[in-house]
């Protein structure tokens, strides 16, 4: 169809398209290749970042192609989330799944026949069962394959039917496929391309820097300096969306209840929720009846919501791969966002253990040790995510908290004995908590019954802080000085450096830790967002008016509860942001800002158009 017309005439056409459904004067990175690649009918695998930008690379070919595009989708609240988001732009979409009733499958199997629809998002499972029927009857102008690491993470465990989407290019050979995933190391990219039978498939690999994300880890915070880091920090979020992931079921409850407590609006999800549950609790979440969401890895795949302002990890994850996933479904709108690592030598020993038990120790082991070596940098650690995935940068990123506060170090022997001579003395037949309480002279049960209240060492670091020496004794770790024994209870034991440092024939040099008092945190202000100069209107001389933000933000509500909408569906924050900078008073000018589409504007421009004119 493309083929006769000129490289220049496509890509205005192109333009147009993009502006038309969804507002945008421009692609991003990659998107304008990856179209041309799939409208010449070639297979693709396409890795992004999560609000990288993705689903414009498939959604922009499906509205320019004669036919419908099929997407296979993981998860039903993910489809649910795209079709409202497409059908909100004006564009015909719809989800086949088993939530739907018989007659709403039937009107939308009737309307893939007639080609009345330009996406239809379907699950593995029902592809599989459509493959001889519906989709026989249908013009498939493209195959998308979304969270396309799925097919090698999940496809060789609990969902089988991932495996067999090989099955697509025997079906249908002129059909192109389109592959597309946030995360996907070597191992998996080469898993996916022979699993689907791409046909020599280009691989588009986009930038994995999110600059407008904020990157800090807090080392060592036991669980009330945790409630309390938590607390200050989201108080700072007053009134914004935030994630905190936990590692266990129990641990979302009790944090959850932790948040309730103090008033906030938390809402749980696990795996060992009912269905029911688990999805009241993220449409909770999307329709901001609660601020925060405690769950676990379970939660976030099928969340597309762009106003998530911020992702705390309550306990180190087990993968930079899962990692950079979570804290990507912060700031999808690109404007500024913060993200929180705890990490302590509890969440390493557990992690240890259960990679050490996986199937694929090896790996698991490495992937371990990686995001072990990001959480204990001392240099810049958007350098090093970006270095794990490939990218090489010159510069720091100047926002994380190391670029913020370059670690300083002072000479930490005495302090590096006390710890070795705790372990040496017990035989070396202990773990960090009971080092720990030896050196503070706790007088724990557990102390007392082995009498070691009684060693020389007990007490010898009083005037530390506890959590200062669950930092300390990770930077010792980190620098060699002890080993972790995971076959043996989790003992610690003493290396030949170490025990240079204990005997005194060489010093050890840490880090200065700093900690963030209350007065401060109180102190701190909400960042206001920074809307990029080149997305504003020209000529445009306006700050922005928070007030007009906030009235904008009101009619955005009420036009979404009107509609049983997200309200981001309706217009995204920065959108929001956008307009209360810019504060358009003609239609025109309203459907000029970015991420307005034509069906957008002619929806909802004259209310805003009105309210807006009010601020003059």
């Given at each position: 169809?493309?083929?006769?017309l000129?490289?220049?005439?496509?890509r205005?056409?192109?333009?147009?398209?993009l502006?038309?459904?969804?507002?945008y004067?421009?692609?991003?990175?990659?998107?304008?290749?990856i179209i041309?690649?799939?409208l010449?009918?070639k297979d693709a695998?396409?890795?992004?970042?999560?609000?990288g930008?993705?689903?414009?690379?498939?959604?922009?070919?499906?509205l320019?192609?004669?036919?419908?595009?099929?997407?296979?989708?993981p998860?039903?609240?993910?489809?649910?989330?795209q079709?409202?988001?497409l059908?909100a732009?004006?564009?015909a979409?719809?989800?086949?799944n088993s939530n739907?009733?018989e007659?709403?499958n039937a009107?939308?199997r009737?309307?893939?026949?007639e080609g009345k629809?330009?996406?239809l998002?379907i699950s593995?499972?029902k592809?599989l069962?459509?493959?001889?029927?519906?989709?026989r009857?249908?013009?498939?102008?493209?195959?998308a394959?979304?969270?396309?690491?799925?097919?090698?993470?999940?496809g060789?465990d609990?969902?089988?039917e991932?495996?067999?989407m090989?099955?697509?290019?025997q079906?249908?050979p002129?059909?192109?496929i389109?592959?597309l995933?946030?995360?996907?190391?070597?191992?998996t990219?080469?898993d996916?391309?022979?699993?689907?039978?791409l046909?020599k498939?280009?691989i588009?690999?986009?930038?994995?820097d999110?600059?407008?994300l904020s990157l800090?880890v807090?080392?060592?915070?036991q669980?009330?300096?945790?409630?309390?880091a938590?607390?200050d920090?989201?108080?700072r979020?007053s009134?914004?969306s935030g994630?905190l992931y936990?590692?266990s079921r129990?641990?979302?409850?009790t944090?959850?209840?932790?948040?309730?407590?103090?008033?906030?609006?938390?809402?749980?999800?696990?795996?060992g929720?009912?269905?029911?549950?688990?999805?009241?609790?993220?449409?909770d979440?999307?329709?901001?009846?609660t601020?925060?969401v405690?769950?676990?890895?379970?939660?976030?795949m099928?969340?597309?919501?762009?106003?998530?302002?911020?992702?705390?990890?309550y306990?180190l994850?087990?993968s930079i791969?899962?990692?950079?996933q979570?804290?990507?479904?912060?700031g999808?709108?690109?404007?500024p966002s913060?993200t929180?690592?705890?990490?302590?030598?509890?969440?390493l020993?557990?992690?240890t253990?259960?990679?050490?038990?996986?199937r694929?120790?090896n790996?698991n082991?490495?992937k371990?040790?990686?995001?072990?070596?990001?959480?204990e940098?001392d240099?810049?650690?958007r350098r090093?995510l970006?270095?794990?995935?490939?990218e090489n940068?010159?510069?720091?990123?100047?926002?994380?908290?190391?670029c913020?506060?370059p670690p300083?170090r002072?000479?930490?022997?005495?302090i590096?004995q006390?710890a070795?001579?705790?372990?040496?003395?017990?035989?070396?037949?202990?773990g960090?908590s009971?080092l720990?309480?030896?050196?503070r002279?706790?007088l724990?049960?557990?102390?007392a019954e082995?009498?070691?209240?009684h060693l020389?060492t007990?007490?010898?670091?009083?005037?530390?802080?506890?959590?200062?020496?669950?930092?300390?004794?990770?930077?010792?770790?980190?620098?060699g000085?002890f080993?972790?024994a995971?076959?043996?209870?989790?003992?610690l034991?003493?290396?030949a450096?170490?025990?240079d440092?204990l005997f005194?024939r060489?010093?050890?040099?840490l880090?200065?830790?700093?900690?963030e008092?209350?007065s401060?945190?109180k102190?701190?202000?909400?960042?206001?967002?920074?809307i990029?100069?080149?997305e504003?209107?020209?000529?445009?001389?306006?700050?922005?008016s928070e007030?007009?933000?906030?009235?904008l933000?009101?009619l955005?509500?009420?036009?979404?509860d009107q509609?049983?909408?997200?309200?981001?569906i309706v217009l995204s924050?920065k959108?929001?942001?956008l307009?209360?900078t810019?504060?358009?008073t003609?239609?025109?000018?309203?459907?000029?800002?970015?991420?307005i589409?034509e069906?957008?504007?002619?929806k909802?421009?004259?209310e805003?158009?009105?309210l807006?004119?009010?601020?003059?």
């Amino acid at each position: 169809m493309y083929l006769c017309l000129t490289k220049y005439r496509l890509r205005n056409f192109m333009l147009q398209t993009l502006k038309t459904y969804f507002g945008y004067d421009s692609f991003r990175p990659l998107q304008e290749e990856i179209i041309h690649h799939l409208l010449n009918r070639k297979d693709a695998l396409v890795l992004m970042p999560t609000g990288g930008g993705k689903s414009i690379c498939y959604q922009l070919p499906a509205l320019l192609n004669e036919g419908t595009t099929v997407v296979v989708s993981p998860l039903i609240s993910l489809m649910k989330d795209q079709v409202e988001s497409l059908c909100a732009n004006g564009i015909a979409a719809g989800a086949l799944n088993s939530n739907n009733d018989e007659t709403t499958n039937a009107a939308l199997r009737r309307a893939c026949m007639e080609g009345k629809l330009k996406l239809l998002y379907i699950s593995p499972e029902k592809l599989l069962a459509e493959i001889n029927y519906l989709l026989r009857d249908m013009h498939i102008s493209l195959f998308a394959i979304d969270e396309a690491h799925c097919i090698s993470q999940w496809g060789h465990d609990f969902r089988p039917e991932y495996t067999q989407m090989g099955i697509l290019h025997q079906q249908f050979p002129e059909v192109p496929i389109v592959a597309l995933t946030a995360t996907a190391d070597k191992i998996t990219r080469e898993d996916i391309i022979q699993q689907l039978h791409l046909e020599k498939p280009k691989i588009f690999i986009s930038s994995f820097d999110r600059p407008n994300l904020s990157l800090t880890v807090k080392r060592g915070y036991q669980q009330k300096e945790k409630s309390k880091a938590i607390l200050d920090f989201i108080n700072r979020h007053s009134g914004e969306s935030g994630i905190l992931y936990c590692m266990s079921r129990s641990k979302t409850e009790t944090v959850a209840q932790m948040l309730q407590k103090q008033g906030i609006k938390a809402g749980i999800y696990h795996a060992g929720l009912s269905a029911a549950r688990r999805d009241q609790a993220q449409d909770d979440f999307i329709h901001d009846r609660t601020q925060v969401v405690c769950a676990t890895i379970a939660f976030g795949m099928g969340i597309d919501k762009s106003n998530v302002r911020w992702v705390i990890h309550y306990n180190l994850p087990k993968s930079i791969e899962s990692f950079y996933q979570e804290i990507g479904r912060s700031g999808r709108d690109g404007l500024p966002s913060d993200t929180l690592l705890f990490y302590s030598l509890s969440d390493l020993i557990l992690l240890t253990k259960f990679a050490t038990e996986s199937r694929q120790q090896n790996i698991n082991i490495e992937k371990l040790q990686r995001m072990q070596q990001y959480a204990e940098s001392d240099i810049c650690r958007r350098r090093i995510l970006l270095s794990y995935f490939g990218e090489n940068t010159t510069q720091d990123c100047g926002n994380c908290d190391v670029c913020k506060n370059p670690p300083q170090r002072f000479d930490g022997t005495i302090i590096v004995q006390k710890a070795l001579s705790g372990i040496v003395r017990t035989e070396q037949k202990i773990g960090t908590s009971m080092l720990v309480d030896i050196l503070r002279g706790t007088l724990s049960s557990e102390v007392a019954e082995r009498g070691y209240h009684h060693l020389k060492t007990f007490g010898a670091g009083r005037e530390v802080p506890a959590r200062d020496w669950q930092d300390y004794l990770l930077q010792m770790l980190q620098l060699g000085y002890f080993e972790i024994a995971y076959n043996e209870n989790n003992h610690l034991k003493i290396t030949a450096s170490g025990s240079d440092v204990l005997f005194g024939r060489a010093s050890a040099q840490l880090v200065v830790i700093h900690r963030e008092e209350a007065s401060e945190v109180k102190r701190g202000r909400k960042r206001k967002p920074s809307i990029p100069v080149q997305e504003l209107p020209l000529g445009l001389p306006h700050t922005e008016s928070e007030e007009l933000f906030e009235a904008l933000r009101q009619l955005r509500k009420r036009l979404a509860d009107q509609e049983a909408l997200p309200a981001y569906i309706v217009l995204s924050d920065k959108v929001l942001h956008l307009l209360s900078t810019s504060r358009p008073t003609t239609l025109e000018a309203f459907g000029n800002i970015s991420g307005i589409g034509e069906y957008k504007k002619k929806k909802y421009g004259k209310e805003f158009i009105e309210l807006i004119s009010k601020y003059y």
